[in-house]
């Protein structure tokens, strides 16, 4: 069975530093890699998945299959970047999302 | 940018008590999902349905849980007899083909 695992509970950092959200799953074939943000009270949006190889709002992810990671990086982390971060795993076809428990980034000004 | 609605924001029930959780998905997504989240705790697949049919379900959508798409344009979720630890967010979600997940804001049900 596929799983995710997110270490870190609650991250902080101050505003400007580096952030690294980590994210590692366990699935043996080609998973497709998400990263879901939600803000205070709001839903669950859609920031980054890994077949789209692109930037939002300065955060990046590569998907590195050797270590089974999808790690969210972010050179300077802003006030507005505070949140819950989920990261989760597609197997292929019509497939449910499986997430992991959850990060909760605080960026301390 | 479309969204996918869930009614009502919030629903205080009773224990034993039948509750349906409405969601409308974005009008031309095929496939569609209710998640749950209890306080402190992950977000958990409930349930998948696709073509008018269940597509997977997971060990949580027991036969307390039922799903229909009644009338084209609504997903609800029915939970039959309530128990205290069914209190959770429940999430909609739906997508088209392999376009990313869109997410309701959920429903917060509160089983007293």
């Known amino acids: 069975a596929q799983r995710v695992t997110q270490p870190e509970k609650l991250l902080s950092v101050f505003k400007g530093a580096p952030v690294e959200l980590k994210c590692n799953y366990s699935y043996s074939g080609s998973p497709e890699l998400f990263w879901y943000v939600q803000y205070s009270r709001q839903r669950l949006q859609l920031l980054l998945r890994?077949?789209s190889r692109e930037s939002i709002k300065g955060f990046t992810a590569d998907l590195n299959k050797g270590e089974t990671s999808f790690h969210l990086k972010k050179p300077f982390a802003q006030e507005e970047d505070s949140a819950m971060y989920y990261c989760a795993l597609k197997r292929a076809g019509n497939t449910p999302l499986v997430f992991g428990k959850g990060t909760r980034l605080s960026v301390i000004a | 940018e479309p969204e996918v609605t869930q009614t009502p924001s919030h629903q205080v029930t009773q224990m034993g008590q039948e509750v349906i959780l409405r969601c409308v998905p974005i009008?031309?997504?095929?496939?569609f999902y209710w998640y749950r989240q209890i306080l402190g705790q992950k977000v958990e697949f409930l349930v998948s349905f696709y073509n008018n049919e269940i597509s997977e379900k997971s060990e949580i959508f027991d036969d307390q849980f039922s799903v229909e798409r009644p009338d084209g344009s609504n997903f609800t979720l029915k939970i039959r007899s309530t128990k205290l630890e069914d209190s959770a967010m429940y999430f909609c979600?739906?997508?088209?083909?392999?376009?990313?997940?869109?997410f309701g804001s959920g429903t917060r049900l509160t089983v007293v």
């Open positions: 979600a739906s997508r088209f083909s392999d376009y990313g997940y869109t």
């Open positions: 890994h077949i």
């Open positions: 009008s031309n997504h095929l496939y």
